[in-house]
């Protein structure tokens, strides 16, 4: 779906709604961008932004026209741009695969404007819990946390929120990461027993599967 759509109702989507808030014509690092699919969404909502990126690994080609991209290790690398650089950090699904968000932290602090905002997602700990996908659509998405082998554990967004804080960050929001009209979907692909992913990540958003914190330097 274009996010483009979404300009006026960015509310309906939790990233949406934190991208819409990048000051105009402002700067957003997107940490962990992997094939790029939300970073072109934050460009369909926001074309006047500027953006950059960074992954361990990562596919730069397809990524919007002119995002800045370096190659980096969240655990150890000090990011190539100076502090105090940018209005806004995203970092959706990263942390549960570090042994620690200590150095990706403090080098998030380092690099927001002062009033720049960091916005961190990351499965629940409930998806521990949840069941493996079966049958025809297996595989075709993570819903219980250890179906992706390289998740380590999970990070409650409680422990993150200390964490930022004691790395010079202030958290001020908290809760669970939605998209509405996935979530309003999801009763729907239910009654009609779809078993594809568009069912499963309805699924995702109607169980709360992710969370959020936004934290402010």
């Known amino acids: 779906m274009n996010w483009k759509r979404w300009r006026a109702v960015p509310w309906?989507?939790?990233?949406?709604r934190f991208v819409s808030l990048v000051p105009p014509n402002?700067?957003?690092?997107?940490?962990?961008?992997?094939?790029?699919?939300?970073?072109?969404h934050f460009a369909?909502?926001?074309?006047?932004?500027?953006?950059?990126?960074?992954d361990i690994s990562g596919s730069p080609d397809s990524y919007p026209a002119g995002t800045e991209f370096h190659r980096a290790n969240f655990e150890s690398d000090v990011l190539p741009w100076s502090t105090s650089k940018?209005?806004?950090?995203?970092c959706m699904h990263v942390v549960e695969h570090l042994s620690s968000a200590r150095h990706l932290l403090l080098e998030s602090a380092r690099l927001l404007k002062p009033g720049g905002r960091l916005y961190i997602?990351?499965?629940?700990?409930?998806?521990?819990?949840?069941?493996?996908?079966?049958g025809e659509a297996a595989g075709c998405v993570t819903m219980n946390f250890y179906d992706d082998p390289t998740h380590i554990r999970p990070v409650p967004v409680d422990d993150l929120a200390v964490l930022a804080e004691q790395c010079g960050l202030k958290p001020m929001d908290r809760g669970t990461s939605r998209n509405w009209i996935f979530t309003a979907a999801y009763p729907v692909f239910?009654?009609?027993?779809?078993?594809?992913?568009?069912r499963y990540v309805a699924q995702q958003h109607w169980t709360g599967w992710s969370a959020f914190l936004i934290a402010v330097r």
């Open 12 to 16: 309906i989507d939790t990233r949406s």
């Open 26 to 40: 402002g700067s957003l690092l997107d940490l962990g961008s992997s094939d790029g699919s939300t970073l072109r």
């Open 44 to 54: 369909e909502l926001r074309p006047d932004i500027s953006l950059a990126a960074a």
């Open 86 to 90: 940018f209005d806004a950090i995203t």
């Open 121 to 134: 997602e990351t499965p629940h700990p409930k998806t521990e819990a949840m069941a493996t996908v079966t």
């Open 190 to 198: 239910r009654a009609l027993r779809m078993n594809t992913r568009k």
